[in-house]
């Protein structure tokens, strides 16, 4: 398996490329992410971590929908989520992820 890499060598690609960025306050092309951006984004991810969490499950799907509504059909990421027992989805998810398609 490969991975796609910038002239700096920093890997771009999966999960944790863009949080190993922002750890590094170094954007992909090599330039530095202006501290207004990297505080502004730490103030916002700390609150976020502070927040009181509904349930694994919940947020499971909700990221599910969420990504895979970019790589997958709206049809076939219905079905997918019905199979592994989740929520199918809602009205306002197809409107939002799917409407402009």
């Given amino acids: 398996m490969t991975t796609e890499t910038n002239p700096g060598n920093q890997t771009t690609t999966g999960a944790d490329a863009v949080d190993e960025a922002i750890a590094r ?3 992909f092309d090599g330039s530095p992410i202006p501290p207004a951006k990297l505080e502004l984004y730490r103030k916002v991810m700390g609150l976020e971590g502070n927040r ?3 349930g694994v499950s919940n947020t499971m799907r909700s990221r599910i929908v ?6 997958i059909p709206q049809g076939e990421l219905d079905q997918l989520l019905v199979d592994a027992d989740f929520a199918p989805l809602k009205e ?9 398609k």
């Fill in 66 to 71: 969420r990504i895979g509504a970019k790589h």
């Fill in 52 to 54: 009181q969490r509904s």
């Fill in 92 to 100: 306002k998810e197809i409107a939002f992820y799917y409407g402009g």
């Fill in 25 to 27: 306050g170094i954007d």
